[in-house]
């Protein structure tokens, strides 16, 4: 037989199915193991008390009283093996493919044994291995129920070495009801059990041996079959734990008593009823109480289930609470981030606006001033001409503000927009109304959910400000790049080589009424347009500022809604 799947996987063994299990053979030292140990070392104890025995002729050792037969040596020589076998494997010394080895090595020696006296039982013929002298007993012979149960422990050790868990705890078990059996007949002063058939001659201290070797097979399974139901939390766990001691100790007690009662002449008739009666109350009396047990476990399984949907109940009210209020919260944190923009805007213009908008008016009242004292035509029109200058710039300007405050009161309707194509449209727009080629590199996802009238006005202050500030009348390099950010939004970058924006001014270009130095030199401007584009960025939840980029002069850098 292969050594157990644990040679693999130390972890743990194999159960039937093939799958990893835990149990006592993963954990060597674990609850179920060092009984086992203690059991299977007893076992062994046993074996080597009747090989002394053997050895040095002392019958106190051999019989358990001389009035009853003696343990076989090959008998108390399986034990020996089975004992040491077990308690080696279980304890993984030196090392776990060693103490399998052991194991098996054990098992091997027991099947010799233990076959060998079946098949001298079956042909009731002397036994070969004397090798502790003759045995005038049966031939030296050990029972035929001694060799089967010993070869169903040794079964039971051979496939707890090769993993199988639960087929090794089905062959224990089978151990322990044989061993069951001969104690009953000794019990009960009845030699039906142990002198008839394959039972014969087995010894009382034989069928010990063999509960004994059982019962430690049984807890070196681990955690599976009766063991696995006895130490469950479960309904089922604590039935078994509380029934089954009750429901060994009842008959064999009555048994007991119903014998000693008849050999105190008792009538066999009178005795029976007794029993039966006092079986049948102990019985109902333990179907009474496990009856009461459970009632009482459903009235506490109901309690604890309406404790449960009470608490499920609690925790969703809570959670739709928590939602509600962050729901809440979010409409807060945005009415209060619009409610800064617009007090923003607000000290932005007051602040501007008086001395922009004085600049013009003042130039207009001077100019009319000039125009009355003007003594020549050609002195007239050059005033004229800067009160027309200056009545332009005033125009411009409430233009502008006009457009500040649409866009602050109107709310965006989203559409899905393609960018890509917006700005090649303003670009070749741009190109046809300047006379100036408008070159557009494309890259990177660019469709967005956003109003559309508030980003063609967005892109349409980008483009126009691209071809404005690039000096010259050759042709004007444009690059959007769009790029996901992964929380719903698109990063978009519209770059261009026009005149570049000091890092101490990028901030400055986005209020109202400021424009950069070196713009101011290249191109007239009123200094709203750049305004009107941070806020159409902000009313869609985005950010908008100015970064450096490679081969590039600028690039404004902003975000709006994905499109999904």
């Not at 062959?171 to 059996?181: E, K, P, Q, S």
């Not at 599976?224 to 469950?232: D, E, H, K, N």
Request: proline share 4%.
């Amino acid at each position: 037989m292969a050594l157990g799947p644990w040679m693999r996987d130390p972890g743990g063994v194999t159960g039937t199915a093939g799958t990893p299990t835990g149990g006592a053979s993963a954990e060597p030292v674990g609850p179920l193991a060092r009984p086992a140990i203690v059991l299977s070392l007893t076992t062994a104890f046993l074996g080597l008390v009747v090989l002394l025995g053997w050895a040095l002729g002392l019958d106190a050792l051999t019989h358990v009283l001389p009035s009853l037969v003696a343990m076989q040596p090959a008998t108390a020589t399986d034990f020996v093996l089975l004992g040491l076998g077990t308690a080696v494997f279980k304890t993984k010394l030196p090392t776990p493919r060693a103490a399998a080895a052991v194991a098996l090595v054990a098992v091997g020696l027991v099947v010799v044994i233990a076959g060998t006296a079946f098949v001298c039982e079956l042909e009731q013929v002397d036994y070969p291995f004397t090798f502790l002298g003759d045995m005038a007993q049966n031939g030296g012979r050990m029972s035929g129920i001694t060799a089967v149960a010993h070869l169903t422990l040794a079964g039971s050790l051979a496939l707890l070495v090769g993993g199988r868990r639960a087929f090794a705890h089905g062959a224990a078990i089978a151990g322990v009801a044989i061993g069951l059996m001969g104690l009953s007949g000794y019990a009960f002063g009845r030699s039906d059990l142990y002198s008839v058939g394959y039972f014969q001659t087995l010894a009382l201290h034989t069928a010990a041996g063999i509960l004994l070797q059982g019962l430690a097979l049984v807890l070196a399974t681990g955690d599976v079959g009766f063991i696995r139901l006895a130490r469950s939390r479960t309904t089922g766990g604590r039935l078994a734990r509380t029934l089954l001691p009750v429901i060994l100790l009842v008959p064999l007690a009555t048994g007991w008593v119903g014998v000693w009662a008849m050999r105190q002449g008792a009538g066999p008739g009178f005795v029976v009823a007794c029993i039966v009666t006092f079986v049948s109350l102990a019985s109902g009396a333990l179907v009474w109480g496990a009856g009461a047990w459970l009632r009482d476990s459903d009235v506490r399984r109901a309690e604890a289930e309406h404790a449960r949907a009470a608490a499920e109940a609690a925790t969703t009210e809570a959670e739709e609470a928590r939602l509600a209020a962050a729901e809440a919260l979010d409409q807060l944190s945005a009415l209060t981030e619009e409610l800064r923009i617009a007090n923003r805007d607000l000290r932005d213009f007051t602040s501007a606006a008086v001395h922009d908008l004085r600049g013009p008016l003042s130039a207009i009242r001077i100019g009319m001033q000039m125009l009355e004292v003007a003594s020549s035509e050609e002195s007239r029109a050059r005033v004229e001409e800067r009160v027309r200058a200056a009545t332009d710039r005033g125009m411009a300007l409430v233009d502008d503000l006009l457009d500040l405050q649409e866009v602050g009161a109107v709310d965006p309707e989203p559409t899905r927009i393609d960018l890509a194509e917006s700005v090649r449209a303003l670009a070749d727009a741009a190109s046809v109304t300047t006379g100036r080629a408008v070159n557009l590199d494309v890259n990177g996802p660019a469709v967005v959910d956003a109003d559309d009238h508030l980003i063609d006005r967005l892109l349409t202050n980008l483009v126009e400000n691209a071809v404005k500030y690039t000096p010259g009348d050759g042709p004007v390099d444009l690059a959007l790049h769009g790029e996901m950010t992964g929380t719903g939004m698109v990063e978009l970058r519209l770059a261009d080589r026009g005149v570049p924006i000091p890092e101490e001014e990028r901030e400055l270009v986005f209020e109202i009424f400021r424009r950069g130095t070196d713009g101011a030199r290249v191109a007239s401007g009123t200094g709203v347009g750049l305004a009107i584009c941070r806020r159409i960025v902000e009313r869609h939840g985005g950010q908008i500022d100015i970064r450096d980029e490679d081969g590039w002069s600028k690039s404004f850098r902003f975000t709006l809604p994905a499109h999904v």
